[in-house]
Structure formats: C-alpha cells, structure tokens
C-alpha cells in the first residue's frame, strides 16, 4: 500500500507560478510511476503529468506542456509539479497518482491523495 499526501494549492492570479507537492509513504519501493491529474467542477478527471520514479522520465498533457514541470525527489519520496504561467482554465482539484509495478499490463494508478485546490483568476 501506498499513501499519498498533496499540498502546495492555493489561490493566485492569470500569470503566477505554484508548487506542489506530493509526499509518499507506506511500500513506495514497489511504485512504477507517479502522476498528476486534475478535475474541475463538472468536468471528468483529467490526466495533466507523470514521471517514471527511477529514471525520472516524464510525461505531460499537450495543455500544459512548456508551463508545467514534473520532478521527483528520491530521498524525500516526494513527487512536485511546478506550475508556471497559469491560466483561470487551470482551475481545479489536483490530485497525485501512483502506478505500483505489476506483471498485468492493465494495472494502472491504483493509489491517489485527497487532493489540492489550486484556484486562478483573471
């Protein structure tokens, strides 16, 4: 089991700049990948970014690409998405991921955090 705990949300204007975080505990030895996924009011969760935790390979939705970053600290077992020139449509509940590894290739993101607010306005 893994347990995921986001923080860094808050509330900033169209063209400021967040950090998130997303600290892991419990059988992180055993995670394939974390990811960052986002959902705002009325609309479905959407996928926003990940990263392969060993080789730190990532991976980004084509709407934030070139203002999001993806970045894992070892060490702290922490997973970061700095968000730079964010947009009112960047609006919503962001949530961490982890894919643990597994020999079935439907195994996807099993363990997910509570989620951060992350509020922008023009």
């Known amino acids: 089991q893994v347990q995921l705990v986001e923080s860094g949300g808050g509330a900033v204007q169209a063209g400021g700049s967040l950090r998130l975080s997303c600290a892991a505990s419990g059988r992180t030895f055993s995670t394939y990948a974390m990811g960052w996924f986002r959902q705002a009011p009325g609309k479905e969760r959407e996928f926003v970014a990940a990263?392969?935790?060993?080789?730190?390979?990532?991976d980004y939705a084509h709407s934030v690409k070139g203002r999001f970053t993806i970045s894992r600290d070892n060490a702290k077992n922490t997973v970061y998405l700095q968000m730079n020139s964010l947009k009112p449509e960047d609006t919503a509940v962001y949530y961490c991921?982890?894919?643990?590894?597994?020999?079935?290739?439907?195994?996807?993101?099993?363990?997910w955090g509570q989620g951060t607010q992350v509020t922008v306005s023009s």
């Open positions: 990263i392969r935790w060993n080789s730190g390979s990532s």
């Open positions: 991921a982890a894919k643990p590894y597994s020999n079935d290739p439907s195994r996807g993101y099993d363990y």
